[in-house]
């Protein structure tokens, strides 16, 4: 259980937020950015409690010169956009269309893997596993809502236009790992969307887009649970670009139709965390096998471990068929780890032990939690989810997904 104080650090950590977005001060960071201390100027902790404003006595900054908001309706108050249009679920700008057509790539290559999955294993190796019959057919309706999503996707895109599904390339050979790799995947792919999904001009997409996304965030904590980790161990989900999330996803791409669309977004260098936290090895059927949740006597990461990184060259061929080349818009030499999880992009310094080599320490934050990514950077730039894709120009390798807990 959370204990008082650190549950007032949490709604000190939102309020900064809430704070930051209405123009009120920023808070304070300190040198290595792994803790923050509101502006003494915020009041108290939640910043805003001693205003008392019922929501319908709210007034948004006026707008250069004068401008008339019409009545939308009855018992439908001003302000929203879009209430009052018919939709057009397409793409509005180029951003859209690629920005969906990796939504698309991603929910193919889930739909493959679950279906692989399913298919290499046998029953008495799933059995082993601790996975049972409904466990299979769960894994099973994941597919089929998969299948579900990449329609979705064509339809908005277009058929004839909307790319097709590839062949791929698996980085597991027991049930244990495809379970965890599935968790990962997952993260990735919503994370992914969570990054893109406020700046789509076509918000009718967007809307349709979030309903099959959080049945995504679904499939990533049965897959937590399926693994034995506990099912969500966080209080927001993370955001990541779209160059992040296709650094992450084009490795396991192997072919695609050559028809297919082009995707336009970076692939970074690739970061490997050479001791990665694994939940796979860390398991006995008894004490962490799948099951609805898990206390975990013993976290798999605390603060103040220290990871080991490895970083590739930008130049090098990735992806569908080879076809693509990393690269790094950073300017400056590798200088921070940035550790992006839940509201937050904290910062910690990187010890270079080598060519493309060097080593950090797991902040003491608590937002370091779950399934989270970190990327060696060149400036600790400050971000939000809103803005996450400004980091991208500071990125020098990554992101890897680190197994925080």
């Not at 920023?26 to 792994?34: I, K, L, Y």
């Not at 296709?246 to 082009?262: F, K």
Request: glycine share 6%.
């Amino acid at each position: 259980m959370l204990g008082l104080n650190k549950l007032v650090h949490i709604v000190v950590f939102v309020s900064t937020l809430v704070l930051s977005a209405i123009g009120a001060p920023a808070p304070q960071v300190d040198t290595d950015h792994s803790q923050y201390t509101p502006s003494p100027s915020t009041g108290s902790p939640a910043g805003i409690s001693s205003v008392s404003a019922p929501w319908h006595t709210y007034e948004p900054p006026a707008p250069p010169g004068e401008t008339t908001v019409p009545e939308v309706g009855s018992f439908m108050p001003a302000g929203g956009v879009g209430t009052n249009t018919t939709p057009l679920y397409r793409p509005l700008s180029d951003f859209d269309f690629q920005s969906l057509t990796l939504a698309l790539y991603q929910e193919y290559i889930e739909l493959d893997l679950f279906e692989y999955g399913l298919a290499k294993f046998s029953v008495s190796e799933f059995e082993a596993a601790g996975l049972t019959a409904d466990d299979r057919f769960l894994i099973q309706f994941m597919a089929d809502q998969e299948v579900a999503h990449a329609n979705l996707l064509t339809n908005i895109i277009g058929k004839g236009v909307a790319a097709q599904r590839c062949t791929y390339a698996y980085p597991f050979a027991s049930v244990r790992d495809f379970l965890d790799f599935c968790q990962k995947l997952t993260r990735f792919g919503e994370s992914g969307v969570y990054g893109f999904l406020e700046h789509l001009a076509s918000r009718a997409a967007a809307n349709l887009l979030l309903q099959s996304i959080a049945t995504e965030g679904r499939q990533q904590m049965v897959f937590r649970q399926l693994e034995g980790l506990f099912p969500m161990p966080v209080f927001f989900e993370p955001s990541i670009s779209q160059s992040m999330a296709w650094t992450l996803l084009a490795p396991y791409i192997a072919s695609c139709p050559q028809d297919n669309t082009r995707i336009a977004w970076q692939n970074f260098p690739a970061l490997t965390i050479l001791n990665n936290p694994n939940a796979s090895t860390l398991y006995s059927l008894q004490e962490n096998g799948p099951a609805v949740t898990h206390d975990r006597a013993h976290p798999l990461s605390a603060p103040g471990f220290v990871l080991s990184l490895q970083w590739e060259s930008p130049g090098l061929p990735v992806g569908p068929d080879r076809s693509y080349t990393t690269s790094t818009s950073a300017l400056g030499p590798p200088a921070y780890v940035a550790w992006v999880s839940q509201l937050n992009t904290t910062y910690t310094k990187l010890t270079v032990t080598g060519e493309h080599a060097g080593t950090t320490v797991q902040p003491a934050d608590y937002v370091i939690s779950g399934t989270m990514f970190v990327a060696v950077v060149d400036a600790d730039t400050y971000v939000t989810p809103h803005n996450i894709s400004m980091l991208n120009e500071h990125i020098v390798a990554g992101p890897a997904i680190y197994q925080a807990s």
